[in-house]
């Protein structure tokens, strides 16, 4: 069974700076897809940034970006410039190509913006 | 207009009950999808339906069925509610359930926070 591995718990950030939230993924598969989401206190959950397997370029959306680097099973999510809506849960999740479109997700790291 | 929405928000109940959770999506996706977020906020898939048709049953009770009217609905009814049913059930759905993941992202509802007392 694949497993998504979130190490840190909690990460306390100022505001304005950046952070990175760590993931690794457990595969022996060749294609699949990493996401990570984001739930704020309200509980929604929020897409954030997807890349792919084979996309050879880091995934970027606005302030998130995707460090992906596959020898080493990680997909860390960097947020710039820090805001304090950006406190939350936030989760690394994937699907393997085939395996029926279903996110196996982390345990979630909670973040924590500051003045 | 919300994407994918779930009713309700909250649901407080006595165990050995049951009750429904309802959700629509008005995006034209062919997939949706119910997870589960456990008390230390694990989630975890329970069934996924394509235009109906169930495609994905992971180890869920009985209790729990799945039922999709049509492809923008998919419900959950769960008999004989159990203590350990508490949890906020999350509604997603996504274009399809297959094929490109970078055009399949999952859009998640805002949750119904389930409590059995």
């Known amino acids: 069974a694949q497993k998504i591995t979130q190490t840190q718990p909690g990460m306390f950030v100022q505001e304005k700076e950046a952070v990175t939230l760590d993931c690794t993924y457990d595969t022996s598969d060749q294609s699949y897809g990493l996401f990570w989401y984001k739930q704020p206190s309200s509980g929604e959950m929020i897409f954030l940034i997807y890349?792919?397997?084979?996309?050879?370029q880091n995934a970027t959306e606005g302030r998130y970006s995707l460090n992906f680097q596959k020898a080493r099973k990680s997909a860390n999510l960097v947020i710039s410039a820090s805001q304090l809506g950006d406190s939350a849960m936030y989760f690394c999740?994937?699907?393997?190509?085939?395996?029926?479109?279903?996110?196996?997700f982390g345990t979630g790291t909670q973040l924590k913006v500051e003045l | 207009d919300t994407a994918v929405s779930q009713t309700p928000k909250y649901l407080v109940t006595q165990m050995g009950n049951d009750k429904s959770i309802k959700c629509e999506q008005n995006?034209?996706?062919?997939?949706m999808y119910w997870y589960k977020q456990d008390s230390k906020k694990f989630l975890k898939i329970m069934f996924s339906?394509?235009?109906?048709?169930?495609?994905i049953n992971e180890t869920v009770p009985n209790r729990f069925s799945p039922k999709s009217p049509d492809k923008a609905h998919l419900n959950l009814h769960i008999n004989s509610l159990e203590l350990g049913d508490s949890a906020v059930y999350f509604c997603?759905?996504?274009?399809?359930?297959?094929?490109?993941?970078?055009?399949?992202?999952?859009?998640f509802g805002a949750g119904t926070r389930l409590s059995v007392l």
């Open positions: 999740a994937n699907i393997l190509t085939g395996g029926g479109n279903k996110l196996t």
């Open positions: 339906y394509n235009n109906k048709e169930l495609i």
């Open positions: 997603a759905s996504s274009p399809r359930s297959s094929g490109l993941l970078a055009k399949n992202i999952q859009y």
């Open positions: 995006l034209g996706h062919d997939t």
């Open positions: 890349q792919g397997s084979y996309d050879e």
